[in-house]
């Protein structure tokens, strides 16, 4: 029987819960959860790459947010969620700024332009390009900046 007596052990399991769910929620390697819509707006298909996660029949005359809420909530997001349980379980200030700053990133999915191979990229929690390439080689990325 899990540990319930602690808020700690609450923790871990909700971390442990949210884990799993995500794994379960998770269609591709690759995917990010996105928004799909006709050009009325409506209905909202959910989709990681070309595979359907969930369509929203919200009325158009109310604000679209199902959609966008369940695409802003993808597993990757979800696994961060996780992380940050768990370092809060655990009580380390640096991890739980390492897990909270990671999940930042994932969620707002901020991109900059890379110099060398002219690619919008990913950032880091401080604008960093992370690093990032093909299977041959990685791109110089920042060191190529003039």
Known sequence: MPDTTTPNATIRRAAEALNVAAT?????AAGRWYVHSNERGYPQRVLDNAVFIAECLEEPTQPLTCAPFIAGMDPKVAFGVARLLEAVAEADLADIHSAAADLAVDYLRDTRRCPSCDEDMAVT????????????????GEGDES
């Open 24 to 28: 379960g929620a998770k269609k591709s």
């Open 125 to 140: 929690a401080t604008g960093a390009l992370i690093p990032h390439g093909t299977m041959a080689a990685d791109c110089p």
